[in-house]
DNA sequence: GGCCAATGTATCCAGTGGATACAATTTTTC
DNA sequence: GAAAAATTGTATCCACTGGATACATTGGCC
């Protein structure tokens, strides 16, 4: 007796992350509208606000989201090869292609503006970065990094293709350089060859 | 016989500029509004829209206006040093300088969304850069740089500084720690330690 | 001096975020 | 098992925004 859907919506904060999560990939998020995301879904435009009070509860929860998606996949990609370099390798193609394959939202993520909630978008950031560092002090537990300091390095690391990724997202840099850039950077930072 | 403000503004565009900067500066581009900046410079909402027919034209003046001041920045930090190291941190320096403490203009000058003005933003954006590549060709002419293309060398180093000031930009870097970072960036990228 | 284009004004519309009072439903409690 | 209470969604406001259009004022040009 589902049909004519019921008074309750059942998971409707699931419903609206969902939806929201494809319109900014779609859209973008300055085009995410808290009442169209409740139209589409079927209920009012003030239902959802049980959930998210306002619209940027909504983006600070898609972010959060975001990271853990981000740092699952930095994890796996992490998991699936051996070798520092490698996995260096890895991790970066990973880090690129989530951060492409999922623009608009990657730009919600690393957005200045949080609302009351930015210490769980912070948090999400950082576990989704914590294998990053844990590499790097693998890295220079096993010598094939500089003896520098492996958090700044990893930060460095970590910046350059937060860069590259800006780059290719803003039209700088065409995507068919993007492996030749990845190279590049690799190159600059594994220290050898 | 200036007072009692006449019909005509006299300069209405460049006012609507000046204020929507500084609405940008303090509280961020998504905060802007046409018709706020219209009244508190005294004119009508609708009167900006002869200058901008929407608020993505208005974004768009103000990203190629942000490209042109970073590119003179940049030049200026390259006219006022010599040799190659020093150019490149005089650089370096520069630019963070300038994303730092303008970061939400940085924020709209790289944001994806450009209007139907957007080949302007993209040429205001090569030009400020060209004086880098300017520099990084030199660079490889006086040998202090690898053999590679000095384009793609460019665009990494571009890329790092980038991605270096969006994280202190979000947070997950204390700014404190931003000078370290530069002197590892630096000694990664003068390929010389 | 008078015409005409440029520049602002005055008003309208649809859509949004936000707030609050109210109704339907589920859960708790006795 | 029924009444009370908490949850969840609805219905309706408000202020504000971006956008569009018709109208008024002004300044330059002939």
Chains 1, 2 share one sequence.
Not at 1 to 26: D, F, I, S
Not at 90 to 103: G, R
């Amino acid at each position: 007796m589902k049909v004519a859907r019921p008074y309750h919506h059942g998971n409707l904060r699931q419903a609206v992350l969902n939806e929201a999560t494809a319109v900014v990939r779609e859209r973008g998020a300055a085009e995410l509208s808290l009442r169209e995301v409740a139209t589409t879904i079927g209920v009012t435009h003030a239902a959802p606000r049980r959930y998210f009070p306002g619209r940027q509860d909504l983006l600070d929860a898609l972010a959060v989201e975001g990271f853990s998606r981000l740092g699952a996949r930095l994890q796996d990609a992490l998991d699936t090869s051996s070798g520092y370099r490698e996995q260096v390798r890895a991790v970066a193609t990973a880090y690129l292609d989530f951060m492409i394959s999922e623009a608009n939202l990657t730009e919600l993520m690393f957005a200045t503006k949080h609302g009351a909630d930015g210490d769980a978008v912070g948090e999400g950031a950082a576990a989704a970065f914590a294998p990053l560092l844990q590499m790097f002090r693998r890295g220079q537990a096993e010598g094939a990094l500089s003896n520098r300091d492996p958090e700044r390095t990893g930060l460095v690391f970590l910046a350059t293709l937060q860069g590259i990724a800006g780059l290719v997202h803003c039209g700088v840099v065409p995507p068919g350089q993007l492996d030749d850039l990845i190279d590049d950077a690799l190159a600059q930072f594994s220290g050898l060859s």
